[in-house]
Structure formats: structure tokens, C-alpha cells
């Protein structure tokens, strides 16, 4: 089954720079596009980036344009989140998602980033 673990969270200073980790298996990672999600106390879980299935094409939340950049090592079945010039309103617990391909939204367990002033 599908299987996605989260690391590299922490606790960091405005603008400071963290890198997520997100180790995936149980589906062929290479096939399909990767996002990252972010959830903050008191509100909705919204997108922060995507990537395609090749690594080709990204997109960004507005909020993170220049400042966050997805990647890919298909080879190695994992997707990052490098996060520069951290905000405290980056403050979250960020989500790897995939569906895989199908209509099931699958996630891991989250890693807990805090940015402080």
C-alpha cells in the first residue's frame, strides 16, 4: 500500500532555512505528481507546491513563490521541500500527499515546522 513518511522538520528563526524529506513507497513513484501540503493551527490544510511525475513542471502557493522549491529524486523515491527565508506564518505541520493515480488522496504523518521571530 501506499506509504509516505515526512522528516526534516524543527524549530528554526525567520529566515532560516529548513529542507522536508518525504520517503514514499507501495506505487510507482516515478508515474506520479508529488505535492506538499501545510496545515496551521485554527485553519485549513491549503497547497504549498506540486511537482509533476518527471520533475518538469512546479507550482507554488503565492505565499511561498521564491522563497520554496520542490524537487524529486525518482530514483530514489523521495520528494523535498527546500524552504528559504522562513516566515513565522510558515508555521505548520507540512504533509506529503499523492493520489497515485487514483481517486484517494493518500498522506504521512506530517512533520512539525515552527518558525519563531
Known amino acids: 500500500q501506499v506509504h509516505l513518511v515526512e522528516s526534516g522538520g524543527g524549530l528554526v528563526q525567520s529566515g532560516e532555512s529548513l529542507t522536508l524529506s518525504c520517503a514514499a513507497s507501495g506505487f510507482r513513484f516515478n508515474l506520479y505528481p508529488m505535492m506538499w501540503y501545510r496545515q496551521a493551527p485554527g485553519k485549513e490544510r491549503e497547497q504549498v507546491a506540486r511537482i509533476s511525475a518527471p520533475g518538469g513542471v512546479k507550482e507554488y502557493h503565492d505565499s511561498v513563490k521564491g522563497r520554496f522549491a520542490i524537487f524529486r529524486d525518482n530514483a530514489q523515491n523521495t520528494v523535498y521541500l527546500q524552504m528559504n527565508s522562513l516566515k513565522t506564518d510558515d508555521t505548520a505541520v507540512y504533509y506529503c500527499?499523492?493520489?497515485?493515480?487514483?481517486?484517494?488522496?493518500?498522506w504521512g504523518q506530517g512533520t512539525q515546522v515552527s518558525v519563531s521571530s
Open positions: 500527499n499523492t493520489r497515485a493515480g487514483g481517486d484517494d488522496d493518500y
